[in-house]
């Protein structure tokens, strides 16, 4: 297995708290990603890094930020949850196999905002 | 932008039945194409890949190719057993010519699929 660790597991906490979900890697792999899996809509791509401090939107960012100021760690932040992301969320790393990229993925932390 | 269509679920199949989760895409270019399993309460694998037209993906018995002239990439397979059950993912990576994709990936909704022994 991908060397990738989540934290926390699970979470509850309360609407218009802030939150922090950690991923580190051991892995060494250039690219990082944050998806959210919600039924109906399988997983979306919210924010993305492609080296330490460079990162940028994915489909879902409204709400979300992130910050990579290792290789190894990737962090997503809910500024001010709200329960429209309560969801399950992944993170993936990869790095380029010629044309093409194999993500890994953590385990996942469910999120429930309450 | 680029859009993974799966068919509706569940499926629930007997054991040993033969197994079809079609897939179809809209992307530009010639992007790579994946099928990803997820297990209960785990992440996501990989299970197969086709990065270019006509290419066949294989791996513990599934199968897809990759149909460029109907945007396909539906995923076989002719005995399905109780261990596969799980959720599957379609998914679709543009590819990384000049290096500007960065493996970023657009999922189908995902199809839960249930086998009965």
């Known amino acids: 297995d991908a060397g990738i660790t989540q934290s926390p597991r699970h979470k509850v906490t309360e609407t218009g708290t802030p939150v922090t979900l950690r991923c580190h890697q051991t892995?060494?792999?250039?690219?990082m990603y944050w998806y959210r899996q919600d039924p109906g809509h399988g997983l979306r791509l919210i924010h993305y890094?492609?080296?330490?401090?460079?990162?940028d939107k994915g489909e879902v960012s409204d709400g979300y930020s992130v910050s990579r100021s290792k290789t190894e760690d990737f962090l997503l932040t809910l500024e001010s949850a709200t329960s429209s992301q309560t969801s399950v969320y992944f993170c993936?790393?990869?790095?380029?196999?010629?044309?093409?990229?194999?993500?890994?993925f953590g385990q996942g932390t469910r999120l429930t905002v309450v | 932008g680029n859009s993974v269509t799966q068919m509706e679920g569940p499926v629930t199949l007997s054991e040993e039945a033969f197994l079809t989760i079609n897939c179809t895409y809209t992307?530009?270019?010639?992007?790579?194409l994946f099928w990803y399993v997820q297990y209960p309460g785990e992440g996501l694998q990989l299970l197969l890949k086709?990065?270019?037209?006509?290419d066949k993906g294989s791996n513990k018995g599934f199968e897809a190719t990759y149909r460029k002239e109907t945007t396909s990439f539906h995923l076989e397979k002719g005995s399905v057993q109780v261990s596969d059950s799980a959720v599957y993912f379609c998914?679709?990576?543009?590819?990384?010519?000049?290096?500007?994709?960065?493996?970023?990936?657009?999922f189908g909704q995902g199809t839960i699929l249930t086998v009965h022994p």
């Open positions: 993936a790393i990869s790095e380029p196999q010629g044309i093409w990229t194999e993500a890994f």
């Open positions: 892995e060494n792999h250039r690219y």
């Open positions: 890094s492609y080296g330490v401090k460079d990162t």
């Open positions: 992307a530009t270019g010639y992007p790579s």
């Open positions: 086709a990065t270019k037209a006509d």
């Open positions: 998914a679709l990576s543009d590819q990384n010519a000049g290096g500007t994709s960065y493996g970023k990936l657009t």
